[in-house]
């Protein structure tokens, strides 16, 4: 079974790289709670949306573009992991990107969440309601 998951041999893994990889994604996606409610809480303007508008009908297509930003959002985020999984199987860092993993998760939820605020603005703006 090792000969499988041997990196000598051509092949993607083995077991000690496989260890490292199974860490780091357990890291990401332990974060990824506290990622998707930061995110969500500062995009949540755009569910007051039909409180100031006079049509409630807007509350679904804005409900529909909330939950394709949410799901392309935790798309982006999960290029987090696969950046360090990049690093510890083709570059045979096997600590990944180390500390470095904190500053890239939190410039990635900062900017995650200004463009939360930004798109709620724009979405305001354009209904004239701000």
Known sequence: MSDLL???EGEV???????AVLVLIKWWERKRITYNLLVGISGAAVFLLPIFAEDLRIFIP?????AIYAFFANVFYTLGWILEVLLVVYFKKINGIGQYKYILFLIGTIFSMLLSLFLALFVLTALNTV
Do not use: C, F, V
Not at 13 to 19: A, F, M, P, Q, W
Not at 62 to 66: D, K, P, R, S
């Open 13 to 19: 893994l083995n077991e000690k790289t496989g260890s």
């Open 62 to 66: 804005l409900g529909i573009m909330a």
């Open 6 to 8: 041997d990196i000598d």
